[in-house]
């Protein structure tokens, strides 16, 4: 793989995952810009760029400098068969939801418009939501128990590499979830998949992640490196968003 005539655009802030990507960007032939101003980026030739960082880092730039961020849309889960699930997994209204039984997970459709949680009962998620309108759309699933959590990068359908980060377990079984699901239904051309062991019911999808900016969690750099340069590729050159 080469990255020679490639900028890649990172917050100036020092991370340790940032660095690694950006240091195996460099050995590639690659060239790393470290943006502090981001709402005010300096100009570039949108087909040189790749971005990597946090959402408003990589939001912003999309707009500035014109590019298209290949992006996992927010109601992929509901389109997740319920073999690859392992747990009963639902979207509704928070009208919807604070009528029916507890305790249970809850997520937002919309990242970060609540923190997604288990909630005890029905008042400890208004206390939670205060604010948002009752036809606010959610994720609602049983509550489990997930012994261990793997991360995985994936491009094309096939999975770049893979790390357990919380808990312990065979890596060969987050790879092999993650491509059947794969072959059963669309992912967008580069996506990151969280899965984790349910207990008593074995390995689950569990979220989806933009590789653009997604951490590493123990993943490789140098291996997963084609999956973050994909995911803001020029918009003739992306395949899904």
Not at 113 to 125: D, P
Not at 212 to 234: F, Q, R, T, Y
Request: aromatic share 8%; glycine share 8%.
């Amino acid at each position: 793989m080469q990255t020679t005539n490639l900028n890649l655009l990172i917050p100036d802030k020092r991370d340790v995952e940032r660095d690694a990507v950006a240091k195996s960007f460099e050995q590639y032939g690659g060239k790393v810009h470290r943006i502090g101003r981001f709402w005010d980026p300096p100009t570039f030739d949108a087909s040189t760029v790749r971005v990597y960082g946090p959402d408003a880092f990589c939001l912003v730039l999309q707009q500035k400098l014109g590019l298209r961020l290949c992006s996992p849309s927010d109601d992929l889960m509901l389109q997740v068969p319920p073999q690859f699930l392992n747990r009963q997994l639902a979207s509704a209204n928070l009208a919807e939801i604070s009528a029916g039984t507890f305790p249970k997970f809850i997520k937002p459709l919309t990242p970060k418009q609540f923190r997604a949680a288990i909630y005890e009962s029905s008042g400890a998620l208004a206390t939670e939501c205060r604010g948002l309108p009752d036809n606010t759309t959610v994720f609602a699933s049983e509550r489990v128990t997930i012994s261990a959590e793997a991360r995985t990068f994936v491009l094309d359908g096939v999975v770049l590499d893979a790390a357990v980060y919380e808990g312990a377990a065979e890596i060969t079984g987050p790879q092999q979830l993650v491509e059947a699901l794969a072959r059963c239904i669309p992912l967008p051309r580069t996506v990151v998949v969280d899965v984790g062991i349910i207990e008593g019911r074995g390995w689950a999808v569990i979220e989806f992640n933009a590789s653009w900016g997604a951490g590493l969690n123990g993943c490789d750099a140098d291996k997963v490196l084609p999956a973050i340069l994909a995911a803001s590729e020029p918009i003739t050159d992306l395949h899904q968003v």
